[in-house]
């Protein structure tokens, strides 16, 4: 399964963005879709995930700051960055949690590429 993520580019402080990821492949199912984002010098954090059953969940640091949806026949999880501050300026890594069903069902973990987000103060 392979993602590929969307949406990079340069958002002024106060506006927003939105990211979109897509999973492609053959045979799979998503369990859930998450972002995941790593500013200059910091480690990769959580920002929170969509799930199979259309719920999303946020890390408690990330909350109101990001709403998460997905379209589950698409295999595609978007993300909002609202009311975007400098602190924001990160690369954006999706991820997917999903089985694979073929001879046997094998659970499968994906990273896409990253997409950078800047925000000009």
């Known amino acids: 399964v392979q993602l590929q993520a969307f949406g990079e580019g340069l958002v002024q402080a106060g506006g927003s963005r939105r990211l979109s990821c897509a999973a492609f492949?053959?045979?799979?199912?998503?369990?859930?879709m998450e972002w995941y984002r790593q500013a200059p010098g910091k480690q990769r954090e959580l920002i929170g995930k969509?799930?199979?059953?259309?719920?999303?969940d946020y890390a408690d640091s990330m909350k109101g700051r990001f709403t998460i949806s997905g379209d589950n026949a698409k295999n595609t999880v978007y993300l909002q960055i609202i009311g975007a501050k400098p602190e924001d300026t990160a690369v954006y890594y999706c991820?997917?949690?999903?089985?694979?069903?073929?001879?046997?069902?094998?659970?499968?973990?994906?990273w896409g590429q990253g997409t950078l987000v800047t925000v000009s103060s």
């Open positions: 969509f799930t199979s059953s259309g719920s999303a």
């Open positions: 492949g053959t045979g799979f199912r998503i369990n859930a």
């Open positions: 991820a997917a949690d999903y089985m694979i069903y073929g001879v046997e069902i094998v659970a499968g973990w994906s």
